[in-house]
């Protein structure tokens, strides 16, 4: 038993060094894009990574629905139907996705502003295909391969730097070197779910293939995946408000800026990913769930002012080393940003820790209350700097509301 958990924990490290590295890859990929693009190709290309998380958000709900029921050992000797099953529903929702984006064409051209027909469609097939990692990431998390899990996290920041490497060296036209990034990123996507298939073929191949004839998916799963999408929501609007309301080089300046409040969010991701199985142990009582929810809070608060008070006081500084002279306008978009990714913050560490104790009503309403003042914000703003203060707003009251809420359950 010892040596088990000396092996669990070895490969939790290794995990958590790994994550980590992904993280500084994408950064390395967002400065390397930078410098690479244009700032209106700039601010194309993260309007549609934007529009691929938000599409893709299902994913995120079916990471954790395929991580549950392979690490609960339920239906050891269906491993294999499962994940068939699981694979035919992710090529059924890649089909119908593509589908609905192409038959909505003008309206998505309009709300992210893309007037090229290729890169729009490039948009859509992307964003159709974002349902195949986050089965197979499901997949070797669920059967406990966590060095898997962290050297599949490393693939979509390596394929985006060599996209961004292969339009550097292809061409020195602007345009050319956006349609050539988007092209060896479709490469990627389809190796990295062709790779994900064979490592999972090999995890469950030796089970057999009776299952039984539970349902794949339960109603808690339902408000997991609405908590999953209004997160991602909140996570992107912002940067598509600025999109829709400004153009293309205010995108490519927002973006930016929009780095910097990354490393809060990639902070407060992983506390959240300690925090749920940490609040779902039976063993832990309701007292010791909250101190552990309420550490989790502060330490994310304490990291926030003391990453973003500086980059805030020193902003142009960072953003000339960083960007060059042509992001400096960008600026001004850094207390946004600083603003909105705290809130954001806060809702992610609060989603998964009403998750792990499985009291996800009240942050279902509060969130969806929240949905519709942010949409109905961005539509009726007449500036960026009106439709930003509004996020900021929203995300501030909603995040309190979900903790106070949730108090007060609690005290119930």
Not at 100 to 123: E, P, Q, R, Y
């Amino acid at each position: 038993m010892e040596k088990k958990d000396t092996q669990l924990l070895r490969a939790s490290t290794i995990l958590f060094v790994l994550n980590i590295t992904a993280s500084a890859l994408n950064y390395l990929c967002q400065l390397v894009l930078a410098r690479v693009l244009s700032v209106e190709s700039y601010g194309t290309v993260n309007t549609i990574f934007s529009f691929m998380m938000i599409v893709a958000v299902p994913g995120t709900t079916l990471t954790m629905v395929v991580a549950k029921y392979y690490a609960s050992g339920c239906g050891k000797e269906g491993k294999r139907q499962y994940l068939v099953k699981q694979l035919k529903v992710v090529l059924i929702l890649t089909v119908v996705v593509f589908f609905l984006l192409c038959i909505g064409k003008n309206f998505w051209g309009k709300i992210l502003s893309i007037n090229d027909t290729f890169v729009l469609m490039m948009a859509f097939i992307l964003a159709a295909l974002g349902f195949f990692q986050p089965l197979y990431s499901g997949v070797f998390s669920g059967n406990k391969r966590f060095i898997l899990v962290g050297i599949y996290s490393m693939f979509i920041p390596l394929y985006k730097l060599v996209a961004v490497g292969g339009a550097y060296i292809s061409t020195q036209n602007d345009n050319y070197r956006l349609y050539m990034v988007l092209l060896i990123m479709l490469g990627g996507v389809i190796v990295t779910a062709l790779y994900g298939q064979y490592e999972s073929k090999k995890i469950v191949k030796k089970y057999g293939t009776e299952l039984g004839k539970e349902r794949l998916y339960s109603f808690e799963d339902l408000k997991t995946l609405i908590l999953n999408i209004s997160l991602m929501l909140y996570m992107n609007i912002d940067l598509l408000s600025v999109r829709y309301l400004g153009n293309e080089t205010e995108s490519g300046l927002y973006s930016s800026a929009l780095l910097f409040g990354r490393i809060i969010y990639y902070f407060a991701t992983t506390l959240g990913t300690i925090l749920l199985p940490s609040v779902a142990d039976m063993s832990i009582d309701e007292k010791g769930r909250r101190k552990t929810l309420n550490r989790a809070l502060s330490s994310m608060i304490i990291f926030a002012l003391i990453c973003m008070l500086p980059i805030n006081i020193f902003k142009n500084f960072f953003i000339g080393i960083l960007y060059g002279a042509d992001y400096l306008p960008a600026a001004k978009y850094v207390i946004y940003v600083s603003i909105i990714s705290i809130s954001l913050s806060v809702c992610t560490i609060m989603v998964n820790y009403v998750v792990g104790i499985a009291r996800t009503k009240n942050a279902t309403r509060i969130m969806c209350v929240m949905d519709v003042l942010l949409v109905i914000a961005v539509f009726i703003a007449d500036s960026v700097k009106n439709s930003l203060i509004a996020i900021c707003a929203i995300g501030i009251i909603g995040a309190i509301t979900i903790y106070i809420a949730e108090y007060r359950e609690k005290t119930k």
